[in-house]
C-alpha cells in the first residue's frame, strides 16, 4: 500500500538513521513549540470519516471541480461529495483503486493516476483509461494538463529519480508526441501552479539541494529560485501572482517561521501559503501561522490536529479548509478566523464556558464548571484555584474597588484583586449580578436582594456575611443599573421591573406583560435591549418599548441567552441557534453565524470583546475571532441535478426525457453544492406541467409517482445561509408519451368517424329546434301583441268613465281639458301599441300625462310623487324597455288602494338602475289588498287585478323569449304588503324589475 510517509524514504541506511534522529529532535523540540505559542486555540472544524460514506479514512489527495463538486482520492477508491453524499467510481478497467494524485483539465475532466501507475480521466461520470507508453515507472507522483499538453511527474524504479514527461494529445486525446526521458537528480517533488496557471515544482535533491523551481513548459528545464527553506517535502502554493519576487519573499517569511518552529533541519511534511496563512505540518503536528504576525518575539500560531498525519489541504470556493489525513479521513475547517480554546488543546479547565468577565488588570476572566476559573492575558491561560464550592461560575462582576464577586450555584464568592483570597459573602443560587450605589445587588432563583457591604478604605472585607435585603421576590435572571437614572433594571422569569425606592413592575400599553428575562443591557444612547427566552430581543427608550426583534423580523431564533455591545454599538446576541451581530445605528446591518461558520456549537453562554477580539463562551470551549475579518456570506450555491430514476432505477442524466406511459413513476435527486451548511439547504422546486407555484422542503429529492401524459418542466434551486439564492436553476424536460389508444392518429381517426355520425344527428335535431323555435317565438309575439291590445280598451273604458262623471257633475271646463289630454293619450297608446320596445323617456312621458289625468279626477285628494335617478337622466333616450308595462300597475294603485281611502292618499313612483337592471317602485299607502277586495267584493283567487296580472304575464313571456336564448330569468314583479306598527294595511308596494336594452 503506497503511503505518503513510506514513500519518503532515503537512499541508504545512514539517511534512515539521520532522519530518526532528526524525529527524535523534532519530538524533543515539541515543549519548544508551546511555548512559543502565545495560545493553544484551533479552528474549528468537522469531520468526514467512513461512516458519513468516505470509501477510506485514508486520504491522499482533494480538488475541488468547476461545478464545485469535491474530489476525493482515498485509499480505496475515488469519489465525489456534494455535501451530502459520496457517488463512488468503480470500473473494471483499473487494476487497484489507491488513487495518489488528481487534476482537473479546462473542460472539466478529472485526471487521476492510481498505485499501479495507471492514468485515466473521468467524462461524464465515466472512467477511460489513458494510455502511458513508458516502463520502468515507480509510481506516478504528479499530473498537470494544459490544453493538449499532459505532464507527468513521474518516478522511475531503476533509477529511482524522477521525469517530468510531456505528452502532446489531439482533441480526442490521441497522443501526437512524447518526449524522450530527461532524468534529474530529485527524489521527492510536486507540481505547484499560480494562480496565473504558471507551473512550477518544488522538489528535494540530495546532491543540488532542496529547492522551489519554475518549469520551462517546452524544454522542461528546471530554473531553480533560490531560499533558504530545508527540508521541506511538499509545498502548495495558492493565490500567488505572476510576480515571482513575492514568491521568494513569502518563502524567506517561512523560512523565518520554520526556523522557529523546528531550528536548523527539521522535516517538515508539507507546506502550504493559502491566503494570508503559512501552514506547515509534520507528521504528527500542524501549525497555523499569520503572514503579518513574522516577527519572532510577535509569532503567534497555533497547532491544529495534533498527532495526525496530514497529507493535503485544499481549500474551496467558500473559504473551507479541507485536510486530508493518513488514517483519519478529511478534517474540514469552516473558517480560520474562529479560533477555539478546548481542554484538549490548552489550559481550561472545561469545555462548558458559563461566563465571562472583564476585569481591571486588562485580564479575561472565564467562569467554568466545577467552581473553575481561570484569566486569560498576553501570557496565556492561568489556572486559578477552584473556588471552594463546587459549581458552576456565572455570574462575574468586579466592583469599582476591585473585588471580583462569582456568583455560584451556593452564593457569591469575593475575590480580592489578587484573585488569590476567596470568601462566601451570601449563600444562595446566583443568577445575575448589579453594582449600584456601592452595593452588590444580586439576582437568584427566588428573588432580588440588595447585600450591604463593609467597606474599609474602598476595600470590602468580610468578617461575617453580609446582611442582605429583599428588594422582589421573583426568580432573577437579569440586572442592570441605568447609567442616565440610576434605576435599578430587574428581569425576572414573570416580567420586567424597575427600582428606585421600591420595586414596580415595567408596563407596556398600562399592561405587566410577564417576558422571561435572560438578560439587560444598555446602549450609549439610553436604549435598554433585553433578552427574553419565548420573545426574542426587547429595545426601550423612554419607558416604552421601541423595537421588537424576533424569528419573523430578524433573528435566527426567539430564544435569546445572552446580549453585548461592542464599542462600535454593535449588539451581539447569544441564542441557541448561533451568534447574532445586529447594528444599532443601521437594524439592515445583520450578522449571523454559526456551527458553519466556525463556531464549535451553536448554543451561546457568554459573549464579550477584549483585547481587539470578540470572545465567545460555548458548551464546548471558548471561541475567538477578530470581529473585522467577519463578512457576510453572500456565495451563492450552484444547483445541479443529480439522478433521474424511473420505478427507483437510475437512469443516465439528460436535460431531455422521453418516456413512455407507463414510465410515469419517477424520483428527481438534486443538489446544492454548499458545504458549510453541512447539506441542510431549503429547496424550492416546482413541476410545471401541473403547477407554477414554488414549493419548499428541505430534502433533496422529490417523487412523482403517476405523472399523466404530456410535457413537463422541473425546476430547482436552494437556498443557502443569510436568503442567498442558488447562483442558477437546475432544471430538466420531461415528455410523457400517451398509450396508442390516447395517441393522436387514434384520437382523429375516431373522432372523425365519431364526428361524422355526431354532424347527421345535430342536423336533424337542429333543423327540428329551429322549426319549434320560430313556431314558440311567433306564438308569442302573437300573445303579446293580444296583451297590449287587450289593455288599450281597458284603459279607454276607465278614461270614458272619468269625463263622464265630470259632464254629470257640470264641469264642464274640467272635462274639456280632461278630454284634450286623453286624445293626447290615446294618440299615444297607439303609437307605443305598434312597437315592441320604447325609449324610458317616452314611457316617463306617458306616465306623466296620464297621472295628470288621475290629479284631474282626485283632484287634492291624491298627492303623486315621481322621482327619476340622477343616474338615468341622462341616459332616458338610450334606455329601451317593452311599452305599456308600468301604467297598468299605477292605475291599479289608485283603482284598488288610493280610491276607497277616506285620508288623503299618496303615490310614490321612483325610477333607479342597478346592473342593467331598471328598477320601478309603485308604493301607495292606500287601504291595503285585504280591505279593497272586501270593499269591491273581489274574489282574489279568480280575479286578480287586471293591470298586475296584463303586466306579471306581459313578462313572463318576455322572460320565456329571453330565456330560450340565454338561459337566464331577467324579469320580475313583486307585491308587498305594507303594514303601520299596529300591525294594519297602510298600503302596497310594487317592485318591477326589467332588463333594459341601451
Not at 718 to 743: F, R
Amino acid at each position: 500500500m503506497f503511503d505518503l510517509v513510506k514513500c519518503y524514504l532515503y537512499r541508504s541506511t545512514k539517511r534512515s538513521l539521520i532522519k530518526a534522529k532528526l524525529y527524535i529532535v523534532l519530538f524533543s523540540l515539541f515543549p519548544y513549540f508551546l511555548i512559543n505559542t502565545v495560545f493553544g486555540q484551533a479552528p474549528a472544524s468537522w469531520h468526514i470519516t467512513d461512516e458519513e460514506g468516505l470509501p477510506s479514512v485514508i486520504v491522499y489527495r482533494t480538488i475541488q471541480d468547476q461545478k464545485g463538486f469535491m474530489w476525493i482520492g482515498t485509499e480505496s477508491g475515488l469519489c465525489k461529495f456534494d455535501g451530502v453524499s459520496f457517488k463512488r467510481f468503480n470500473s473494471n478497467l483499473l487494476n487497484d483503486n489507491e488513487i495518489l494524485a488528481l487534476f482537473e483539465d479546462k473542460k472539466g475532466r478529472i485526471w487521476f493516476s492510481n498505485l499501479s501507475n495507471q492514468i485515466c480521466y473521468i467524462e461524464n461520470d465515466e472512467i477511460h483509461l489513458f494510455p502511458l507508453g513508458i516502463e520502468d515507472v515507480n509510481n506516478i507522483r504528479d499530473i498537470y494538463v494544459n490544453d493538449n499538453k499532459i505532464y507527468l511527474l513521474i518516478r522511475f524504479t531503476k533509477s529511482n529519480a524522477y521525469q517530468i514527461l510531456k505528452v502532446v494529445v489531439d482533441k480526442d486525446l490521441n497522443v501526437i508526441e512524447q518526449n524522450k526521458p530527461n532524468f534529474f537528480d530529485h527524489t521527492w517533488g510536486y507540481f505547484s501552479q499560480t494562480d496565473t496557471n504558471e507551473l512550477m515544482f518544488f522538489g528535494l535533491s540530495e546532491e543540488n539541494g532542496d529547492g522551489f523551481f519554475a518549469i520551462d513548459t517546452d524544454s522542461l528545464q528546471l530554473n531553480k529560485i533560490d531560499t533558504k527553506l530545508q527540508r521541506i517535502n511538499y509545498f502548495k502554493i495558492f493565490n500567488q501572482k505572476k510576480n515571482n519576487k513575492e514568491t521568494i519573499n513569502d518563502l524567506h517569511l517561512l523560512d523565518v517561521l520554520l526556523q522557529h518552529y523546528t531550528g536548523k533541519s527539521i522535516p517538515i511534511e508539507g507546506c502550504f501559503i493559502i491566503d494570508n496563512y503559512f501552514i506547515a505540518f509534520t507528521r504528527s503536528t500542524t501549525y497555523i501561522h499569520e503572514k503579518e504576525l513574522i516577527i519572532p518575539k510577535k509569532i503567534r500560531a497555533q497547532q491544529i490536529l495534533n498527532k495526525i498525519h496530514i497529507s493535503n489541504i485544499t481549500k474551496d470556493r467558500e473559504g473551507n479548509y479541507w485536510i486530508s489525513t493518513i488514517g483519519q479521513g478529511i478534517h474540514v475547517i469552516p473558517s480560520m478566523n474562529f479560533l477555539v480554546y478546548n481542554t484538549i488543546n490548552s489550559d481550561l479547565p472545561d469545555n462548558y464556558v458559563h461566563s465571562l468577565g472583564l476585569l481591571q488588570s486588562n485580564q479575561l476572566l472565564v467562569g467554568s464548571s466545577e467552581g473553575k476559573v481561570v484569566t486569560i492575558n498576553d501570557k496565556g491561560i492561568s489556572k486559578i484555584t477552584a473556588v471552594k464550592y463546587n459549581s458552576k461560575v456565572n455570574p462575574i462582576l468586579q466592583s469599582p474597588h476591585g473585588t471580583v464577586y462569582l456568583g455560584t450555584k451556593n452564593g457569591v464568592i469575593a475575590l480580592d484583586s489578587t484573585l488569590t483570597k476567596q470568601n462566601l459573602i451570601y449563600p444562595t443560587f446566583l443568577k445575575s449580578f448589579a453594582w449600584k450605589d456601592n452595593n452588590l445587588w444580586v439576582g437568584t432563583s427566588s428573588s432580588t436582594y440588595r447585600i450591604l457591604l463593609k467597606k474599609k478604605t474602598h476595600e470590602e472585607t468580610y468578617t461575617q456575611r453580609q446582611k442582605a435585603k429583599r428588594i422582589l421576590q421573583l426568580r432573577t435572571y437579569a440586572l442592570l443599573t441605568d447609567q442616565h437614572t440610576n434605576k435599578l433594571w430587574i428581569g425576572t422569569t414573570q416580567g420586567i421591573y424597575l427600582y428606585d425606592e421600591e420595586a414596580i413592575p415595567f408596563l407596556e400599553n398600562g399592561k405587566h406583560e410577564k417576558y422571561r428575562v435572560s438578560d439587560i443591557k444598555q446602549a450609549r444612547d439610553s436604549t435598554i435591549w433585553v433578552a427574553t427566552h419565548n420573545d426574542g430581543i426587547l429595545g426601550i427608550k423612554n419607558d416604552s418599548i421601541h423595537f421588537r426583534f424576533n424569528e419573523d423580523n430578524l433573528l435566527v431564533s426567539n430564544f435569546s441567552k445572552v446580549l453585548f455591545i461592542d464599542e462600535e454599538e454593535m449588539l451581539w446576541i447569544g441564542t441557541d441557534k448561533g451568534l447574532v451581530r445586529l447594528n444599532l445605528n443601521n437594524h439592515n446591518d445583520v450578522l449571523y453565524m454559526d456551527k458553519t461558520d466556525g463556531l464549535p456549537v451553536n448554543e451561546i453562554s457568554a459573549i464579550i470583546s477584549y483585547d481587539g477580539l470578540m470572545w465567545i463562551g460555548t458548551p464546548k470551549g471558548l471561541v475567538s475571532f477578530n470581529p473585522k475579518s467577519i463578512k457576510l456570506d453572500t456565495i451563492a450555491s450552484p444547483m445541479y441535478i443529480s439522478a433521474f430514476s424511473v420505478w427507483e432505477k437510475d437512469t443516465t442524466l439528460s436535460s431531455n426525457y422521453v418516456l413512455d406511459y407507463n414510465q410515469n413513476n419517477i424520483k428527481i435527486d438534486y443538489a446544492g453544492i454548499n458545504y458549510a451548511s453541512r447539506g441542510v439547504l431549503n429547496y424550492h422546486y416546482r413541476m410545471i406541467g401541473i403547477d407554477t407555484n414554488w414549493v419548499e422542503t428541505k430534502t433533496n429529492y422529490v417523487r412523482f409517482p403517476s405523472l399523466s401524459t404530456g410535457g413537463y418542466t422541473f425546476q430547482v434551486k436552494a437556498m443557502g445561509k443569510n436568503d442567498v439564492d442558488s447562483s442558477n436553476i437546475a432544471a430538466l424536460k420531461i415528455y410523457i408519451k400517451p398509450p396508442w389508444w390516447l395517441t393522436k392518429w387514434f384520437r382523429f381517426l375516431l373522432g372523425l368517424s365519431g364526428g361524422i355520425g355526431l354532424y347527421v344527428i345535430f342536423r336533424f335535431f337542429d333543423k327540428k329546434q329551429k322549426q319549434d323555435q320560430e313556431i314558440k317565438e311567433r306564438i308569442n309575439n302573437l300573445k303579446m301583441q293580444a296583451l297590449q291590445a287587450q289593455m288599450n280598451p281597458h284603459f279607454v273604458f276607465n278614461a270614458m268613465y272619468a269625463i263622464q262623471n265630470f259632464l254629470v257633475t257640470n264641469k264642464q271646463e274640467e272635462a274639456l281639458i280632461y278630454l284634450a289630454r286623453f286624445a293626447k293619450l290615446i294618440r299615444l297608446i297607439f303609437e307605443q301599441s305598434r312597437k315592441q320596445l320604447i325609449t324610458l323617456e317616452e314611457e316617463i312621458e306617458f306616465i306623466s300625462l296620464y297621472l295628470d289625468l288621475e290629479k284631474l279626477r282626485f283632484r287634492d285628494k291624491i298627492e303623486i310623487q315621481l322621482k327619476v335617478a340622477p343616474i338615468l337622466k341622462n341616459r332616458m333616450e338610450t334606455i329601451h324597455i317593452p311599452p305599456l308595462l308600468i301604467q297598468p300597475i299605477i292605475e291599479n294603485c289608485f283603482k284598488h288602494g288610493l280610491m276607497h281611502k277616506k285620508e288623503k292618499g299618496i303615490l310614490k313612483i321612483n325610477f333607479d338602475e342597478e346592473n342593467n337592471f331598471l328598477h320601478c317602485v309603485v308604493e301607495d299607502n292606500g287601504v291595503g289588498r285585504k280591505l279593497a277586495q272586501e270593499l269591491s267584493n273581489w274574489d282574489a283567487d279568480q280575479h286578480n287585478p287586471s293591470g298586475i296580472e296584463t303586466t306579471r304575464e306581459r313578462l313572463q313571456i318576455t322572460n320565456q323569449l329571453k330565456t330560450s336564448k340565454n338561459k337566464k330569468k331577467v324579469n320580475n314583479l313583486t307585491i308587498i304588503d305594507l303594514y303601520d306598527q299596529l300591525g294594519n294595511a297602510s298600503g302596497t308596494k310594487i317592485d318591477i324589475e326589467i332588463k333594459y336594452q341601451g
